[in-house]
């Protein structure tokens, strides 16, 4: 069991460009979620796969930000057009479902839009 | 939906003192709840979880928290605190089978 691996770990991009994230989950985890966290603050919910069905959408997240999990392992999380306000750590975490089962987070991808 | 408030965003407390970080939850059904624990510059690491049953959990490093329905509180607790307890502690709630939900975090610091 490797873990929750999140690539890259730092991103630097200048306002307007794009950028993708990916994440891959512990294996046989359907579920795989997507955070946001800025400093001083708590993850804040994003986005929700299980397996490749994305179950909710947070209204954080604006039609600049596309989540996908095509064949149910891996996501990748784009954003299109940054902005500074997009600056943050985005974090991925997967479980095997909910219902009270522990989720397990990678250890994040900064971000900063210069 | 559910929510977390966590009460002080600051803590600090004596190396050997008691812990007590405050957590209220607010959900329409059963809540699930957890304490997550975060390091600089690192993801989150559970440290315990109330699904059902015994209300007192345990959890690693000698952290403890009891869930009480009614004062919808989920506190996290330890006897005695070490220099390396400082980090960022996070609340977090979950209903059934939907997402998980976090506070806004205490960060606990531990004074010599």
């Known amino acids: 069991d490797t873990g929750v691996s999140q690539d890259p770990r730092h991103k630097i991009t200048k306002r307007g460009q794009n950028v993708t994230f990916r994440c891959d989950p512990i294996?046989?985890?359907?579920?795989l979620y997507w955070y946001r966290q800025t400093l001083g603050q708590g993850p804040e919910f994003l986005t929700y796969?299980?397996?490749?069905?994305?179950?909710?959408k947070s209204r954080l997240l604006s039609d600049r930000f596309s989540a996908e999990r095509p064949k149910g392992s891996f996501s990748t999380l784009e954003i299109q057009r940054t902005e500074q306000g997009d600056s943050a750590m985005y974090l991925c975490?997967?479980?095997?479902?909910?219902?009270?089962?522990?989720?397990?987070f990678g250890e994040g991808s900064w971000l900063t839009v210069v | 939906a559910q929510s977390v408030t966590q009460l002080g965003s600051h803590v600090s407390v004596s190396e050997g003192a008691l812990v007590l970080l405050r957590c209220n939850y607010s959900?329409?059904?059963?809540?699930?709840l957890f304490w997550y624990v975060q390091y600089p510059n690192q993801g989150l690491q559970l440290l315990l979880k109330y699904t059902t049953g015994a209300t007192l959990v345990k959890g690693i490093n000698g952290f403890e928290a009891e869930f009480k329905k009614s004062e919808t509180s989920f506190h996290l607790t330890k006897p005695s605190a070490h220099m390396s307890d400082a980090a960022e502690y996070f609340c977090?709630?979950?209903?059934?089978?939907?997402?998980?939900?976090f506070g806004k975090g205490t960060r606990l610091h531990i004074l010599p």
């Open positions: 796969f299980q397996n490749e069905a994305q179950l909710e």
């Open positions: 975490a997967s479980s095997p479902d909910n219902g009270g089962n522990t989720i397990y």
């Open positions: 977090a709630v979950s209903e059934g089978d939907d997402k998980i939900i």
């Open positions: 959900s329409s059904v059963p809540p699930y």
């Open positions: 294996s046989e985890h359907n579920r």
